[in-house]
């Protein structure tokens, strides 16, 4: 059974950076494209970045291009949302997400990724 566990988020002024982080727990080697979403309060979950099983693209969403970033060790299957320049309005609960032997629809699309992280919660205070 694949889980994906994800570290603890935290509260961070604006301005400043966290480094999330989802392990993916599996025992076969294979690498799958993962993705990271987010829900703040009242409002539905949305794309935040995603990364394919090669590694060799990634794509953001608009609201966060040139501050995140989606590194990936794939010898110790792990993946990182790198955050940067964080502002009150990327307060939300994180989560990361795999897509293992899916039709690919898009890396933006919830309804692409199979298994989901746990969600951490990340607090940006003005």
């Known amino acids: 059974q694949v889980q994906l566990v994800q570290s603890a988020g935290g509260l961070v002024q604006a301005g400043g950076s966290l480094r999330l982080s989802c392990v993916v727990s599996v025992r076969t080697s294979d690498i799958y494209p993962m993705g990271w979403f987010r829900q703040a309060p009242g409002k539905e979950r949305s794309f935040v970045a995603a990364?394919?099983?090669?590694?060799?693209?990634?794509e953001y969403a608009d609201s966060v291009k040139g501050r995140f970033t989606i590194p990936r060790d794939t010898a110790r299957k792990t993946g990182y949302l790198q955050m940067n320049s964080l502002n009150p309005e990327n307060t939300a609960v994180y989560y990361c997400a795999e897509a293992v032997g899916a039709y690919f629809i898009s890396y933006a699309e919830a309804g692409y990724y199979t298994n989901w992280g746990q969600g951490t919660q990340v607090t940006v205070s003005s």
């Open positions: 990364i394919a099983s090669s590694g060799s693209s990634a």
